[in-house]
């Protein structure tokens, strides 16, 4: 039962004739199966072999799309017909979706074969995995620590490599950084990239959808296939269409990378810190030029993120009453029956933010909180557009921390939030960012987070291919791999 | 100062109607289905009155997890032609906000509306005044949202239905301009009649498609002071008589409840009641106090909607004739009398009837009689809709072709009237088959007039001894004789002429 191989690997295989999909299929569901991680919610055994029977039909008619009859994950956010959804909340107890989410529609139209759905925080919101309703996931290299999150399990179910790729989604940076603490690539698309249709909402104006992958170039053709207009999602981008995969082998010589200064000064850790200057000297061997920028709102960020995040998600929750789908605790009146139901089904982490939005969206606390949010976000933007103009590219860390101890943060949540200072302003600016593997610090992954312009992610995709054509850090496993 | 009193400087325009004990304010919200084949935000049918429940439901109008809305066109387009024929300005920014509040029959436990920017502002329509003229009442907004589902109540259980859940929504926000319930009346029949003429909805009150909620205040002088207490609101008004009903009444409750020292005296902020047909009275379901905090903020599943000047100027020079612009024409044009205008202005399909007929050659006076008349009597005899008469507007000239040329007599005219909308056949064809065209011939009805002396003595001597009403009973024995088919002013000479 080896590990998963690239895209690239595989396709190659099948088409060859040397393995099938259902075989593929079959290996992935056994990993997946004996997966010690908690990464996996649900196997969909039937579901997965009736995709690959269908791929490899496809595959002896010749011509097959390069994603077919590969194995991937789904995060457990991302709806799926037919297939049990859970959000990783109870509330959502025995929802079965009716209808699949675009971006699962468009890997099955690949002919991509989802293996099954991943664990998360609940309603991805968190960083560590801990605040799933169904227990945290454990992260590969340390299975005493987390392995990120919000998008935990598709991290893990790459990182072990039991699938070829998994789907994730990013609000502050749940794809980068469980990317960064399990030593993968992670990837989150410009805002508007790719339709949030079918995916449950956390923060509407912050989520996107996004791969994680051991290659950059699989990443790339994962998001050739998710990327488009959808007109179901009336955010997403009607933009030509173009071939991501077109710069991956051009290399950084003559690019303009910036280092933003106000990335490197708090509670970094020196081993990140490290690990991230000498990638970025890597870059610069490499033909890139490299300067210091300035994105000096940086600091306002946090407060930004946790006003409107936590604002468009007290709304996004209120649809979880217990009438029409999911957990209902029966209360002596309608009101009853909500408090009930809600008080029941949603965890702590989940109750937390949404007092905090429904607080920031009250009369007489609006202007102040959310309004003036808003009016930040615009300054963030404007700085990185700003910045834009003058290099390709950002590099950053992804994450100012290694993978840290289950039950380390729990019981503070300002600690948590810190984890993603680096990744938010992204979100909130709507752009394009990717964390891609920088060495070890600690004998643990870190991270490297690639920033580019809107709609640039072919700029994003050739800085992290070049970085790793030149290093060999893609290539290490977890020890605990290692070792069995 | 007290609640309720409001200090008036020496000439303030403030004035309180004499002869009345207190002035009555009135301001109303309109709800108005509007008339899109699909729903607001998804592909569902809008089209939800009567049909099985949850049978027009997708993910989106049932607020499923995912699942994200997609503006529908047509109901913007619809929502700019209402605002822009009740005179409204059109904003080159607008967006869609989400109104928060958790009730079963709203799915997402929001509604998408409009709350700071919305797509019509500061409009106005024209109404008759209490005092004679007319008055112009002020819209202060106009703006798109969803409609709610519908809940069923049973015996300890609820049940709703998701078919409405979603269907485009117009409300229409009047300014408190008018003064009393008769103002009140006029303003709704105004409203419905642009909203119809604008071919934005059928402004179905009998199914719920559009709703009135009225805001009623009282003003009155008091002790050298004009007190002006908060208002009631008046929630869900489903017809034309509940809102004179409802505001008759709750005008009256404010001022019993004053002069009795009530709770109104003490009160700072609006009320919101129901109105109980079967009761005849309001009831209280919310104070201001204790209302919902709604938290409006931005739709971020929809972008800002920013429209072109050019989309707008093209709906305002495609805007069809406006019903007041209609009547006046109408009367004018044809010398119709105020009465009848308004009656085929009432629906856009009168009016078009009307206007077909008299291209045809009909004549208008007539014409107008028989649609104000037996036309209206059968719709609302048979709760049809104008638009579904099933006559054409040919068949009704034809009628009144037949009428003025005496070839049938009124009397007749009705039955044929009768079988035209039963069978939809040709009234020439009708009267042709069935033998009824008027009988003018004076040899033939002098006849009959002779026969009916003859049987008929008594009455002929009591009508030569001065008893003229006998002449009635002779009159209608020659037209029963004649099965209403004689031409009644033959008759009449014939009679006169033979008695005297």
Sequence with gaps: MAEAGTVRELASALRARSTSAVELARDAIARAKADPYNAWLLVAEEHALALAQAADERIAAGDPALLCGIPWACKDIIGTKDVETTAGSRILDGYVPPYSATVVERLDR????????????????????????????????????????????????????????????????????????????????????????????????????????????????????LFGLDPSDATTMPLPAEDLRRDLERGVKGMRLGVPKEYFIRGIEPGVERAVRAAIRDLESQGASIEEVSLPSTDSALGVYYIIQPAEASANLARYDGVRFGLRVEGPDLVETYKRTRGAGFGAEVKRRMILGTY???????????????????????EFERVFAKVDALVTPTSPSIAFGIGAKVNDPLQMYLNDVFTLPVNIAGLPGISIPCGLSEGLPVGLQVIAGYFQEATLFRVAAAYERATDHHTLRPSTLRKS | ???????????????????????????????????????????????????????????????????????????????????????????????????????????????????????????????????????????IRAHLEEDTGKLLHG??????????????????????????????????????????????????????????????????????????????????????????????????????????????????????????????????????????????????????????????????????????ERRARLASQHGLSDYDARILVSDPALAALFEDAVGLGADPKVTANWIGGETLRLLRERSVRAAEIPFTAAQLAQLVGLITTREISATIAKDVFAEMWASRTDPAAIVEEKGLRQVSDEGALGAVVDQVLAAQAKAATDYRGGNKRALEALFGAVMGRTKGKADPRVVRRLLTEKLG
């Design chain 1, 360 to 382: 920031a969206l009250s009369t007489g606390y609006y202007d102040a909180y959310y309004v003036k949010a808003q009016k930040v976000r615009t300054l963030i933007k404007e």
């Design chain 2, 1 to 139: 100062m007290d609640a309720g009193a409001e200090r008036v400087a020496e000439g303030d325009a403030v004035s309180v109607a004499m002869g009345r004990a207190y002035e009555i304010v009135i301001g109303i919200e309109t709800h108005v289905e509007l008339g899109t084949l699909s729903k607001m935000f998804c592909g569902c049918s809008a089209r939800w009155f009567g049909m099985p429940p949850n049978t027009l439901v997708c993910p989106v109008c049932l607020g499923l997890p995912g699942a994200l809305p997609v503006p529908n066109r047509r109901a913007i387009e619809l929502a700019m032609t209402a605002g822009l024929a009740l005179h409204c300005e059109v904003p080159e920014h607008t967006k869609f906000d989400r109104k928060n509040y958790m009730y079963p029959d709203l799915p997402k436990g929001y509604q998408i509306s409009q709350y700071d920017l919305p797509l019509n502002v500061k409009g106005w329509l024209e109404i008759p005044a209490d005092g004679g003229g007319t008055k112009r009442v002020g819209i």
């Design chain 2, 155 to 324: 015996q300890g259980y609820s049940l709703v239905d998701f078919n409405r859940s979603g269907v485009p929504l117009l409300e229409i926000v009047s300014a408190p301009d008018m003064s009393s319930v008769t103002e009140a009346l006029a303003y709704a029949e105004a409203l419905r009649e642009i909203v119809i003429h604008a071919g934005v909805s059928e402004f179905r009150l009998e199914e719920g498609a559009a709703r009135f909620d009225t805001n009623v205040s009282i003003r009155f002088r008091e002790g050298g002071e004009v007190r002006w207490p908060p208002q009631s609101e008046i929630k869900n008004l489903n017809s034309l008589r509940a809102v004179e009903q409802a505001a008759t009444f709750e005008a009256q409750r404010l001022w019993d409840d004053w002069h009795a020292g009530g709770e109104i005296r003490s009160r700072r902020a609006k009320i919101t009641v129901g109105w109980s047909p079967e009761t005849g009275r309001t009831f209280l379901q919310r104070r201001k106090e204790e209302a919902e905090d709604y938290r409006y903020f931005p739709e971020p599943d929809l972008v800002a909607l920013a429209p072109s000047r050019e989309t707008v100027a093209t709906i305002r020079s495609s805007l069809p004739e406006m019903p007041s």
């Design chain 1, 110 to 225: 690949e002919g991509a074969v989802m293996i099954g759905k991943t664990n998360l925080d609940e309603f991805a919101m968190g960083s560590s995995n801990e605040n799933s309703a169904f227990g945290p996931a454990h992260n590969p290299w340390d299975p005493a620590r987390v392995p990120g999150g919000s998008s935990g399990g598709s991290a893990v179910s790459v990182a072990a490599g039991e699938v070829t790729f998994a789907l994730g989604t990013d609000t502050g940076g749940s794809i980068r950084q469980p990317g960064a603490l399990t030593g993968i690539v992670g990837m989150k698309p410009t805002y508007g990239r790719v339709s949030r249709y079918g995916v449950v909402a956390f923060a509407s104006s912050l989520d996107q959808v996004g791969p994680f992958a051991r290659a950059v170039e699989d990443a790339a053709i994962v998001c050739q296939a």
